[in-house]
């Protein structure tokens, strides 16, 4: 890149910061930083993110707040609501929920053109420092915001819900999304399914599965793989099998391979063994293979 002169902007910079984070390389990043004050390159917001994401990888959430307070210095450059995220972020990472929560409050003040994904932000990271009622607060002042909403808002805050035990009003709202939504999307139905089954609650899956048909809803991979997991906690193998089965073939339908995790697999087989059946095995194999020959993967013989 410097040959060709492209390391001339803080956009170019980003991109090479960007590329070493992704392959976990956080102490080249420095670095980067000392190059651009050199060849007095002025950083910008997403510059700041990058280098304070790479000091929490390292756990230097000291180090976090210098380079925060570095920003403010500058002047040059206006922290903005992706600042703040960033920061209250690193700060749940890290379990520091006071801190976090200060800097989601600044998030939501600079949020003035009131961004959807400033809003998912605040109601995901309210959630993961366990204060329901911000998330409650926040899905209010989204639908004054924005009423016309789209899946990914409801399948959001449904998910931050499930997380806080909230199963109530997880429920309303997805009555609610289920009441206008103009696409079935199995990713709202599925984070319900999931709460379910981890409470116990069986029937009132199965009755979201069912509906989700009903309403046009293409129950997919994850949907039984949740459905597997179930019952492979019960011991209900011959249901695990099924779940097996309509994975796959759900997988398949959507030219993709569903591969179910070791443990199910080794549990299935254990399960052939004890009771030596022998077909049970070989047309979960035959199961498999065929899948690998439709849709043209090796995912399962290298799994076998």
């Not at 990043?29 to 700041?48: A, G, H």
């Not at 199910?264 to 077909?279: D, T």
């Not at 095995?281 to 799994?303: I, Q």
Request: charged fraction near 30%; charge should be positive; glycine fraction near 6%.
């Amino acid at each position: 890149m410097k040959e060709l002169n492209f390391m001339s902007t803080a956009m170019a910079y980003n991109s090479l910061m960007t590329l070493y984070s992704k392959t976990h390389q956080p102490e080249r990043i420095p670095n980067i930083i000392q190059e651009m004050k050199t060849n007095d390159i002025l950083p910008d917001c997403f510059t700041y993110n990058i280098w304070m994401r790479s000091l929490a990888a390292k756990y230097d959430i000291s180090g976090v707040e210098r380079v925060f307070e570095e920003m403010k210095r500058d002047g040059r450059v206006v922290a903005d609501w992706t600042t703040y995220s960033n920061l209250a972020s690193i700060y749940v990472e890290a379990g520091m929920y006071q801190k976090a929560e200060g800097a989601l409050q600044e998030l939501e003040r600079r949020n003035s053109s009131r961004s959807l994904e400033a809003y998912q932000f605040l109601i995901t990271l309210y959630g993961r420092t366990g204060n329901l009622v911000e998330v409650h607060r926040i899905w209010r002042s989204l639908k004054l915001a924005k009423p016309k909403m789209a899946n990914i808002s409801y399948l959001n805050v449904i998910q931050a819900l499930v997380k806080l035990k909230d199963i109530p009003a997880a429920e309303t709202i997805f009555r609610e999304w289920e009441s206008h939504c103009a696409t079935y999307d199995m990713r709202v139905a599925n984070s319900l399914i999931s709460a379910y089954l981890k409470e116990d609650m069986l029937e009132k899956a199965e009755a979201v599965k069912k509906r989700a048909k009903r309403r046009g809803g293409r129950l997919n991979s994850k949907t039984w793989e949740l459905f597997m997991d179930y019952f492979l906690q019960k011991g209900d193998m011959k249901k695990v099998i099924r779940c097996v089965d309509r994975g796959v073939k759900k997988g398949r339908s959507h030219a993709r391979i569903w591969v179910p995790r070791q443990e199910a697999i080794m549990s299935l087989m254990a399960y052939f063994e004890q009771n030596k059946a022998v077909r049970g095995a070989e047309r979960l194999v035959e199961l498999f293979e065929d899948s690998e020959g439709r849709t043209g993967g090796r995912g399962f013989s290298r799994l076998f």
